[in-house]
């Protein structure tokens, strides 16, 4: 590490931490790269998100819940975040006076972060801050966000582990937000169970847990305000095996450092059919020719900084012939191009993820990978290394 700011953080020096935090919050080039500076650091906390409805009880939660974690002696940073659409100015307000004990501790890092404005923007830095601690060395990461329907930043995106809190009182709710955060929860917490209704809302919670297939999640039962049942949940995060794709977005700051879109693959019946239409659009063909070797041909029509490549089979056992029956004409591949093609690959094998072939050659000379669908949200995925 050359860096002496990214030094000094893996030193502990915390304002060095909490410089970089608003750097990055800020999209300040410098910041950025302390962050990829830090990258080999990347992978040793235990990122836990923690969410649920307006007033649940999630920052006494993850407040009681950090000093469990320091009593166990462990570092923690608590990344609380506002979309800019319930900003009050009370809510931060709040989780400040709250979290002030802790001040005096550097132990703990506390942040509440909110839109920056651009759209995704606050879910992006809250990623970025939440791997930047990662790779300060703070054992947890903990996220405050309101679920259900305000879903600015999708929690489970980022969180290696999910508790979901739910609170007495909530009736059919519960069946409402099994339709949106069920499914990503890794923990449940019924929170104010010194409040009339635990039972009811615990009920109603395995009854909709019953109807989704799969084991189903711990539910743990806390009074936040007391800390009382925060060691349980604790005991349960600390037992949960942490999703592997959490590994790989923890890298994925770093591989978005030159990330482009190269081009987009359309599958299509005839070359001669489709090219009409894209060029009736401005775009033009700069390059066509047959790769013999996946018997397919291909039109290349630039637009701004990628281009769009329409791959007609040239033979009927072609891959884009399969694809076709199967499929239908249509969205074939992306492919993105990378600065690193082997520090990528490598970061995506330690994360699971499945690559379908070995880096090699293709037309014009260009390495490239592909990654199964299955890793990608459904689109067969082309990495290609940028050209030096
Ligand atoms: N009775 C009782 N009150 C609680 C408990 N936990 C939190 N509260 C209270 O519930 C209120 C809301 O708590 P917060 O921790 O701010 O809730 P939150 O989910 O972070 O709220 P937002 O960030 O605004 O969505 C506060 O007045 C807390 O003191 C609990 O276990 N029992
Ligand atoms: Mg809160």
């Known amino acids: 590490m050359r860096n002496a700011w990214a030094l000094r953080i893996r030193d502990g020096d915390a304002r060095a931490l909490a410089r970089a935090a608003t750097g990055i919050e800020n999209r300040d080039r410098e910041a950025l790269d302390v962050l990829r500076e830090l990258a080999p650091f990347a992978g040793h906390a235990r990122i836990v998100g923690i969410t649920g409805p307006p007033g649940a009880g999630k920052s006494t939660l993850i407040d009681s ?36 004990q802790h001040h005096a501790d550097p132990g703990i890092f506390i942040r509440s972060m909110a839109t920056r404005g651009e759209a995704g923007g606050l879910a992006r830095a809250t990623a970025d801050v939440a791997r930047l601690m990662d790779r300060a060395g703070k054992d947890y990461v903990l996220i405050e966000t309101v679920g259900a329907g305000q879903d600015e930043i999708d929690i489970s995106e980022l969180a290696q582990i999910t508790v979901v809190v739910l609170v007495p009182g909530m009736g ?66 600390e037992k949960e095996e942490p999703e592997k794709t959490g590994a ?96 990528a690959v490598e970061q995506l094998r330690t994360s699971g993820v499945r690559l379908l072939n070995e880096p090699r050659a293709g ?3 260009h390495i490239y990978v592909f990654v199964h669908p299955a890793s990608t949200g459904g689109v067969l995925l082309e990495l290609i290394q940028e050209s030096k």
């Open 248 to 343: 790989l977005r923890s890298c994925a700051s770093d591989l978005r450092a030159g990330v482009a879109i190269d081009h987009l693959g359309i599958a299509v019946e005839s070359l001669a059919t489709t090219i009409p239409f894209y060029e009736s659009l401005g775009l033009q063909v700069g390059r066509r020719e047959t790769v013999t070797s996946e018997k397919v041909n291909v039109a290349m029509l630039p637009a701004a900084d990628a281009r769009i490549e329409l791959l007609e089979p040239s033979a009927p056992d072609s891959p884009i012939s399969h694809f076709l029956t199967k499929r239908g004409p249509g969205l074939h591949h992306l492919a993105l191009r990378v600065p690193d093609l082997n520090a």
């Open 65 to 100: 819940l950090a000093a469990a974690i320091r009593e166990r002696k462990k570092t923690v940073a608590v990344l609380a975040v506002d979309p800019s659409s319930r900003v009050t100015g009370g809510a931060i307000l709040g989780d400040r006076i709250r979290m002030q």
């Open 172 to 237: 059919d709710d519960v069946q409402v937000i099994k339709a949106g955060i069920m499914e990503i929860a890794s923990i449940f917490v019924i929170n104010k169970a010194d409040q009339p209704g635990a039972d009811r809302v615990e009920q109603e919670l395995h009854a909709a847990l019953g109807l989704a297939s799969g084991t189903e999640p711990p539910v743990i039962r806390t009074v936040a305000t007391e800390g009382s049942g925060v060691a349980e949940l604790l005991d349960a995060i």
């Open 363 to 365: 037309a014009g000379g």
